[in-house]
């Protein structure tokens, strides 16, 4: 049970003993990401004046075995207790999981390849690939994407889209911070508006709306209502300002007047260079 449920005059003796055997929870009782934080912040370089981000995979391999460290605790984490957990904790927590374990895939066969999908074999993805221990099950990150952050019908949040990363130049940037329940509403609301404000993926060009093939791969998860957001094109517009669109464009955009077009996607490594 929580920390803060405990009975107010257990012993400070018991108290410890009790974190001692949940070493993933912090003071507070709550799970703790700041080894994946402290290895963000070190590791992982903005560039293209923020917008995006690059993975020093090379020092990261050095600091490897911190990366285990947390990846186990992700691990030590039962349904049960996950969850007890707020919808937003829960939300970091699993998005934390997916980009750890991201990297930590690509450091397995790191420097010895140039995209994510050199680690995909025959017709298997590597997304496909079941070797994350997570929830007493052994799972892919196609499972924890799809299956768990998109597919629960409990989140159903489309600015997931620019938090979970795929170690691709054509994803939007690798945050260089953990995830946080307490602050992930401003968290992704900084994530998308910084995507949206970068030229070299989104631009106006005369009477057409060049964007990310996310909004063309995920095009169902713009649909589902967000704060009565029921299209792209709506949810687009909302960012407009972000978008750097015109009142009169705007409009268009949410009323689907204006074209899109979904630009190209790099699967490049983004590591740095």
Same mark, same amino acid.
């Given at each position: 049970?929580?920390?803060?449920?405990?009975?107010?005059?257990?012993?400070?003796? @018991?108290?410890?003993?009790?974190?001692?055997?949940?070493?993933?929870?912090?003071? %507070?009782?709550?799970? !703790?990401?700041? @080894?994946?934080?402290?290895?963000?912040?070190?590791? +992982?370089?903005?560039? !293209?004046?923020?917008?995006?981000?690059?993975? !020093?995979?090379?020092?990261?391999?050095?600091?490897?075995?911190?990366?285990?460290?947390?990846?186990?605790?992700?691990?030590?984490?039962?349904?049960?207790?996950?969850?007890?957990?707020?919808?937003?904790?829960?939300?970091?927590?699993?998005?934390?999981?997916?980009?750890? &374990? =991201? +990297?930590?895939?690509?450091? =397995?066969?790191?420097?010895?390849?140039?995209? @994510?999908?050199?680690?995909?074999?025959?017709?298997?993805?590597?997304?496909?690939?079941?070797?994350?221990?997570?929830?007493?099950?052994?799972?892919?990150?196609?499972? @924890?994407?799809?299956?768990?952050?998109?597919?629960?019908?409990?989140?159903?949040?489309?600015?997931?889209?620019?938090?979970?990363?795929?170690?691709?130049?054509?994803?939007?940037?690798?945050?260089?911070?953990?995830?946080?329940?307490?602050?992930?509403? $401003?968290?992704?609301?900084?994530?998308? $508006?910084?995507?949206?404000?970068?030229?070299?993926?989104?631009?106006?060009?005369?009477?057409?709306?060049?964007?990310?093939?996310?909004? !063309?791969?995920?095009?169902?998860?713009?649909?589902?209502?967000?704060?009565?957001?029921?299209?792209?094109?709506?949810?687009?517009? $909302?960012? %407009?300002?972000?978008?750097?669109?015109?009142?009169? =464009?705007?409009?268009?955009?949410?009323?689907?007047?204006?074209?899109? $077009?979904?630009?190209?996607?790099? &699967?490049?490594?983004?590591?740095?260079?």
């Amino acid at each position: 049970m929580p920390l803060k449920n405990l009975p107010v005059r257990l012993p400070l003796q @018991i108290v410890v003993l009790w974190l001692s055997m949940c070493p993933f929870l912090n003071a %507070s009782g709550e799970f !703790d990401h700041g @080894i994946w934080d402290q290895l963000l912040k070190q590791h +992982v370089v903005a560039i !293209d004046q923020a917008y995006a981000t690059r993975v !020093d995979y090379s020092s990261l391999l050095a600091d490897r075995a911190r990366l285990l460290d947390y990846l186990n605790s992700l691990a030590a984490v039962s349904r049960g207790q996950f969850d007890g957990w707020t919808s937003n904790k829960q939300l970091a927590f699993l998005i934390n999981a997916y980009n750890a &374990w =991201t +990297v930590e895939l690509i450091l =397995t066969e790191y420097p010895e390849l140039e995209s @994510i999908k050199d680690l995909g074999f025959l017709f298997r993805s590597p997304w496909r690939k079941k070797f994350i221990p997570l929830f007493g099950n052994l799972l892919s990150l196609d499972e @924890i994407e799809h299956e768990m952050i998109r597919g629960w019908d409990r989140y159903q949040e489309p600015r997931i889209h620019f938090a979970v990363n795929c170690a691709a130049i054509g994803c939007p940037a690798l945050r260089a911070e953990a995830y946080q329940g307490d602050i992930l509403e $401003r968290q992704l609301e900084e994530n998308t $508006r910084e995507f949206l404000s970068d030229r070299s993926r989104n631009y106006l060009a005369g009477d057409r709306l060049w964007v990310s093939s996310i909004f !063309d791969w995920y095009k169902v998860d713009f649909e589902q209502g967000w704060l009565g957001v029921n299209s792209v094109g709506e949810f687009l517009a $909302r960012y %407009s300002d972000a978008l750097d669109l015109n009142a009169e =464009t705007s409009r268009d955009l949410r009323n689907g007047r204006l074209r899109l $077009r979904y630009s190209d996607y790099d &699967w490049s490594l983004n590591g740095l260079r």
